[in-house]
């Protein structure tokens, strides 16, 4: 997708050093909106446990999971940098075929939650290490129908998983988790079997490499990779994985 006017590929080094500036910027020109102002999981990472029981390799070909938390932009993009991950879609979940579009979810009112699909291969990376990446850099698992500046059903944190074994082991997670003591609060994510995903509309695909200057990606989303590259280093890979190709 042609970047919009004035719009322009960075690397993420390179907006890192210029979140500061950006700032000053937004602040002056009452941009704050778009920043966050509620502490996310991105803000203070910390590497959490693994999970105790994980899902093991069975033979066969790439396997999908959906997640669910907040703006699918920052989700996808931070999957799509993880080694093993073959696609990242953006998309929604939980509702019917006839709402899944962007205008009308965006209403709140029709069950869906903007969503990432993540196929991965798992003699590459794991379910139990995708659940990890996603509960410790992806998203705030404590915020109930919010991540960020974005409030609503549909920035909920939920997992729609493809099989029992992957509910199981992700409701597992989570107990182990809040046992653990391993956030402030109690994690509030949801896990559902999944019924339906609908890719998102074109624009929306890979919209963090496509736009990583944009001031709510460098604020919300560009931490989240930059966290993901920190504290799983095995993982990361500098090149996304992307839906539309260059």
Same mark, same amino acid.
């Given at each position: 997708m042609k970047l919009p006017s004035g719009l322009q590929f960075r690397p993420l080094a390179w907006i890192s050093g210029q979140a500061p500036y950006l700032a000053l910027l937004l602040a002056l020109?009452?941009?704050?909106?778009?920043?966050n102002a509620h502490p996310s999981a991105a803000d203070?990472?910390? +590497?959490?446990?693994?999970?105790?029981?994980?899902?093991?390799? *069975?033979?066969?070909? +790439?396997?999908?999971v959906v997640f669910a938390g907040g703006c699918f932009w920052g989700v996808q993009g931070v999957f799509q940098h993880v080694k093993g991950v073959v696609n990242a879609v953006s998309g929604y979940a939980g509702g019917e075929a006839s709402t899944a579009e962007y205008e009308t979810v965006s209403t709140g009112e029709t069950g869906h939650a903007e969503s990432v699909r993540v196929t991965f291969?798992?003699?590459? $990376?794991?379910?139990?290490?995708?659940?990890?990446?996603?509960?410790? $850099?992806?998203?705030?698992?404590?915020?109930?129908?919010?991540?960020? +500046?974005?409030?609503g059903t549909q920035y909920r944190s939920e997992i729609f998983a493809a099989s029992p074994d992957q509910a199981r082991i992700a409701k597992a997670y989570i107990a182990q988790l809040d046992a653990a003591h391993a956030f402030g609060g109690a994690? $509030?994510?949801? /896990?559902?079997?999944?019924?339906?995903?609908?890719?998102?509309?074109?624009?929306?695909?890979?919209y963090l490499t496509r736009h990583p200057t944009q001031?709510?990606? $460098?604020?919300?989303?560009? +931490?989240k990779v930059e *966290?993901?590259?920190?504290?799983?280093?095995?993982?990361?890979?500098?090149?996304? /994985?992307l839906v539309v190709a260059k």
């Open positions: 020109a009452g941009g704050a909106a778009i920043i203070q990472p910390r +590497p959490l446990p693994a999970p105790a029981a994980d899902e093991p390799a *069975a033979p066969g070909g +790439p396997e999908n291969d798992p003699h590459q $990376v794991s379910y139990g290490k995708l659940l990890q990446i996603y509960f410790s $850099v992806a998203h705030d698992p404590t915020e109930l129908n919010r991540q960020g +500046p974005d409030e994690i $509030v994510t949801k /896990v559902e079997p999944l019924k339906g995903f609908y890719p998102a509309e074109g624009y929306h695909q890979d001031p709510y990606i $460098v604020f919300n989303d560009l +931490p *966290a993901l590259k920190r504290l799983f280093p095995n993982e990361y890979r500098s090149d996304p /994985v």
